[in-house]
């Protein structure tokens, strides 16, 4: 089974007080303290994550909820795909520090599957370029479609 899976990464922060509310809140049903428990879906709350998974073999996708390693999500039949789309944008994150805040951007490289004309499923999200096409050729050989390299200012197909 060929899949590409794709989740966002959350902050360092939030996950420790994920687990920490959730650690809190197992421990508190443990000694027979419900209410302390909706700390603990708090916690699961915090650990959530969201992306996208991409089953080539059954040509099958769907936009997955992550918490602990465990997938949620239901699968849907990919639509007729009509190209893969590597492109470069900048992704913003806001860190704060003992009450001084900093807005930092770092490049990083999406991949779209796009159908009907203009409609697209977010597959996969990079840092590395190469990492970004090696996908994508893999995506276009399986599916059989072809590959827009929109890194530059000027798009091309591959």
């Known amino acids: 089974m060929q899949t590409i899976l794709f989740i966002q990464k959350a902050p360092v922060m939030k996950l420790i007080f994920g687990f920490a509310l959730f650690?809190?809140?197992i421990h508190g049903a443990l000694f027979n303290n419900i209410f302390i428990l909706v700390i603990s879906?708090?916690?699961?709350?915090?650990?959530?994550q969201q992306g996208s998974e991409i089953d080539l073999t059954s040509k099958k996708y769907r936009k997955i909820y992550s918490v602990l390693g465990?997938?949620?999500g239901r699968?849907?039949?990919l639509p007729e795909l009509e190209y893969v789309s590597v492109f470069k944008t900048k992704e913003n994150k806001r860190v704060q520090s003992l009450g001084a805040s900093a807005n930092m951007s770092n490049e990083i490289y999406k991949l779209n599957l796009f159908y009907n004309r203009n409609r697209k499923i977010q597959a996969y999200k990079t840092a590395g370029l190469d990492d970004a096409f090696n996908v994508a050729r893999q995506i276009s050989e399986i599916l059989n479609?072809?590959?827009?390299?929109?890194?530059e200012r000027t798009s091309k197909w591959l």
């Not at 879906?41 to 959530?48: D, H």
């Not at 479609?145 to 890194?151: K, V, Y």
Request: glycine residues 16%; hydrophobic residues 60%; proline residues 4%.
């Open 145 to 151: 479609i072809d590959i827009l390299d929109a890194t």
């Open 23 to 25: 650690g809190i809140g």
């Open 70 to 72: 465990i997938h949620f």
């Open 75 to 77: 699968w849907k039949p």
């Open 41 to 48: 879906g708090i916690g699961v709350f915090l650990l959530l």
